[in-house]
């Protein structure tokens, strides 16, 4: 095995994977029965038995004693979502050579976190859920919440962008362009703006940020009051409806 | 755990430079420098070094890290997070957390002394002085100058090498490449233990402990001993200047160069053999006439033992025809100007330089240096090689050896740790090495006083016996390699200007040739238009001509042209 096989190379399509070390798919569950609510994301191993999704949901029912109501369709969410991300499974993906902007923006019970950084596309080896730990012991964070959210939002957005790889790869290959072609063909069609890499990193540019920029990096975190929170809940379910 | 410390010496001695810092980093470590990219990161960190993506260059690795390392340094009290660095760098953010946990790892940043140290010991910088044992300082330049956060950062460049670079995730024990590269010129025994290699030097360091009477300081090469006081000794220094109590006469003093004296030549005779091959040169029969207690071939073989004999000789056939030439006084005036201003002649001049010999002869016949005798089987070769290294060295300059013997070094100090000890308490080593290369290249040209300085360095050399021939001989080829690489881009340099030279002879030649030929079509261009004009002239004069013919046929008959047909058959008949 090569050294460095943990990186994708930019001539040869991957195979579909969210492109981290662990391939973790990004469940988000979001049930209401009875006027009774229950939301809750976390991550799943595809190569899991399905039949661990019912355990799973039975479990979940009896833990946060919920009406029975909701095993089924706890269960029934988590295995769409999963043969969703199967769908994709075994397609290529072109990732040429990217690097994504990820924007955190999330509220965990009391936390409100906001963030900016760069992902590679390429880097089979990142992994979201040592970034969130590291995030959360450098900030402060004590709710053992927040490092899990942090890690399910990154997830979530590198999913998207995955998905959009397959879809453009796919696409082009229907073009029967050259390979040429289709790099740039899925550079411009992907919507999510991928960034100007020789701009960034050519021989011209500093890695290191300017220091106004910084400000624009720099992960913020908030701890709202109750009275806040409340409020803000109010006002997300008032736009829910 | 045990940790080095880096630092500025100057901030100990002169408070007016107040921009030095102390950093602590731990002593495995220290392969750390700011100027390059060492073995260990190399392999912690391949996604920056197998040039797989624009993101990812060793150029963008050094930024990452000089960055990260100086943000910490601004304040090296507090623990630098990650999250506090990753704003101000542009990268994907778990290449960055990579490269943050390997430097954290070793103790680049966020290392804490105190952990490993008592914290007393770390908080005393006034006992500095004292821990120089424990404590390895070291001047250090700063951080390249882009990636300067703080008004000055410090920078360290490590020292105490690791003694062969350790390799993570590489379970095959590697060596460094430096190391490698020496090795293949001297190969010390995959097994040869520390003291196999290093003994010799133990041994020595545990015999030279004199103290210099007048300075205090170890007599590291060679010291001068009362002869009527054995306890009382002299530093080679301190004895030249005249530091020494007046009572003692200066022939009292005897040269004791850490070995033991067993040559049958007494001083007064390699006096006289000095004097006579001053005077005569090579005429051997005259100088052995003048020593009378030796034989030819005792006299010949003494002088070419004396570490600067041969040299000697070769600086008298030198002298001997430069006074020759010149007449007598004024002769050294040119070369010499110094001298000739302390109006020596050059007569005094050489007595002296005799003095000098003299001594350093006899502390040659009383004290055959140690080495010689010990190292026999390769001291030739070392001989040999140092003399092609001065050789190579003096055609290249002394600045370009100094930085290749400087190289070598390095090298060899990365390789072992006790071998950087030993450079470091002898640090003239190299210069010496360049000195030698420089005095020779000086006195192809100039003379005696420069002679002297030659003479005197390659004494030096042998009295520096600290340092393990094996080492020396190491450290000598490498510096021969890197010589011999640089002679050898001289001569690409000069075939390439050869070849410049050439083609710009080529490029002259057809330049000229072209010019000829435009010179050649100016002038039939000229011809052109001379002929051009003539034929105008012709021209003009031809249709005057016929222009004068008509008026006179109008007006002869004018009133006939009236008439067309009359004048067609007028014109048609004539």
């Known amino acids: 095995m090569k050294p460095h096989s943990a990186w994708g190379s930019l001539k040869n399509p991957v195979k579909f994977k969210i492109p981290t070390a662990e391939n973790l798919v990004p469940i988000r569950l979001d049930i209401e029965i009875d006027g009774q609510r229950f939301r809750d994301a976390f991550s799943w191993n595809p190569n899991d038995p399905d039949s661990e999704v019912v355990v799973f949901a039975k479990r979940t029912v ?180 | 755990m045990d940790a080095s410390r880096l630092q500025d010496p100057n901030s100990l001695k002169s408070s007016d430079e107040p ?59 507090r623990r630098l997070s990650f999250t506090e660095v990753r704003k101000s760098l ?12 390997f430097l954290e790892k070793w103790g680049l940043i966020n290392f804490d002394p105190s952990n490993a140290e008592t914290p007393a010991a770390i908080d005393a910088p006034a006992e500095e002085d004292k821990e120089d044992e424990k404590w390895r300082i070291r001047a250090e330049e700063g951080a390249p ?56 030097l133990v041994e020595q360091q545990k015999k030279e402990n004199v103290v210099c009477e007048s300075c205090k300081e170890q007599c590291a090469s060679g010291h001068y001993e009362y002869s009527k006081d054995a306890s009382s000794n002299l530093c080679e220094k301190c004895f030249k200047s005249g530091n020494y109590d007046k009572n003692k006469l200066e022939d009292e003093f005897k040269l004791i160069d850490g070995a033991n004296s067993k040559a049958n030549w007494t001083e007064a005779e390699t006096l006289l053999l000095l004097e006579s091959v001053l005077k005569h040169g090579d005429d051997w029969d005259l100088v ?24 000697m000789l070769g600086s008298i056939h030198r002298k001997l025809n430069f006074l020759d030439k010149n007449g007598e006084v004024s002769g050294t005036d040119q070369a010499q100007p110094a001298i000739s201003e302390s109006g020596e002649t050059p007569g005094n001049q050489s007595h002296e330089q005799n003095q000098e010999h003299q001594q350093n002869g006899d502390a040659e016949s009383e004290a055959p240096p140690l080495k010689k005798i010990r190292r026999a089987p390769i ?36 390789e072992n740790q006790c071998s950087t000890e030993i450079f470091d308490e002898d640090d003239d080593e190299l210069g010496s090495i360049a000195d030698i290369s420089e005095t ?77 030929k435009m010179k050649h079509v100016e002038a039939l261009s000229l011809m052109m238009e001379e002929q051009h004009g003539q034929m105008k002239d012709l021209e003009e004069c031809l249709v005057t001509e016929r222009m004068g013919i008509l008026q006179k046929i109008f007006s002869a008959g004018l009133s006939r042209w009236r008439d067309h047909a009359s004048v067609r058959s007028q014109t048609s008949s004539v």
């Not at chain 1, 089979?124 to 959360?136: K, N």
């Not at chain 2, 052995?288 to 040299?311: A, E, H, M, R, Y």
């Open chain 2, 379 to 414: 001291s030739e070769a070392s001989s040999f090689l140092m003399k092609q290294v001065a050789r190579i060295s003096g055609a290249i300059g002394p600045r370009i050896t100094a930085s290749a013997a400087e190289a070598a070094v390095t090298a060899l100090c990365y």
């Open chain 1, 62 to 241: 009896k833990d946060l004693k919920l009406p029975p109501a909701f095993v089924t369709q706890i269960a029934q969410s988590i295995q769409s979502q999963l043969t969703e991300f199967r769908s994709y499974e075994g397609q290529d993906m072109y990732t040429g050579e990217r690097v994504v902007p990820i924007k955190l923006d999330l509220r965990v019970n009391h936390t409100v976190i906001k963030d900016h950084f760069f992902w590679d596309l390429n880097n089979f080896e990142s992994d979201p859920e040592e970034f969130a730990r590291t995030f959360c012991k450098d900030m402060g964070i004590e709710d053992p919440e927040v490092g899990p959210a942090i890690a399910i939002a990154i997830r979530e957005q590198l999913y998207e962008i995955a998905i959009q790889s397959v879809a453009s790869a796919r696409e082009s290959r229907a073009n029967k362009k050259g390979r040429r072609g289709m790099e740039h063909l899925s550079a411009s069609k992907i919507g999510s703006p991928a960034l100007d890499l020789v701009k960034l990193f050519g021989i011209k540019s500093s890695v290191v940020r300017k220091r106004r920029d910084w400000d624009v990096y720099e992960p913020i975190v908030d701890l709202l009051s109750n009275e806040e929170v409340d409020a803000l809940e109010a006002r997300e379910e008032r736009i829910a409806r």
């Open chain 2, 90 to 101: 542009v990268g994907d953010i778990s290449v960055l957390h990579k490269v943050f946990t």
């Open chain 2, 288 to 311: 052995t006439q003048n020593v009378k207690t030796k034989s030819k071939l005792d006299c010949i073989s003494k002088l070419i033992q004396l570490p600067f004999g041969d040299l």
């Open chain 2, 19 to 77: 921009d030095h810092d102390l950093y602590t980093i731990p002593s495995y470590t220290s392969w750390f420098s700011w100027q390059s990219i060492h073995e260990v990161e190399r392999l912690s960190l391949r996604e920056f070094f197998d040039g797989s993506s624009i993101t990812r260059t060793p150029r963008i690795y050094k930024e990452y890290r000089d960055f990260i390392i100086t943000s910490y340094r601004e304040d090296p009290t």
């Open chain 2, 440 to 516: 020779e290249r000086a006195s192809q040209v100039e003379s005696a006083e420069e002679e002297e300085k030659l003479a005197r360095s390659e004494v030096e050399v042998p009295q520096r016996n600290t340092i393990p021939l094996t080492l020396r001989m190491r450290a000598a080829t490498a510096t021969a390699v890197g010589a011999a690489a640089a002679h050898a881009k001289l001569l690409a340099d000069q075939e390439e200007r050869e070849v410049e030279y050439l083609v710009s002879t080529l490029v002259e030649a057809q330049v000229k040739k072209l010019q000829h």
């Open chain 2, 145 to 200: 100058h882009g990636v300067r956060v703080v008004a000055a950062p410090h920078s360290l460049k490590p020292l105490a090498p690791v003694p062969s670079p350790v390799i993570i995730g590489d379970g095959g024990g590697g060596r460094g490449r430096a190391g490698d590269a020496v090795d293949t010129v001297l190969k010390v025994s995959p097994m040869a233990s520390y003291s196999d290699v290093f003994g010799e």
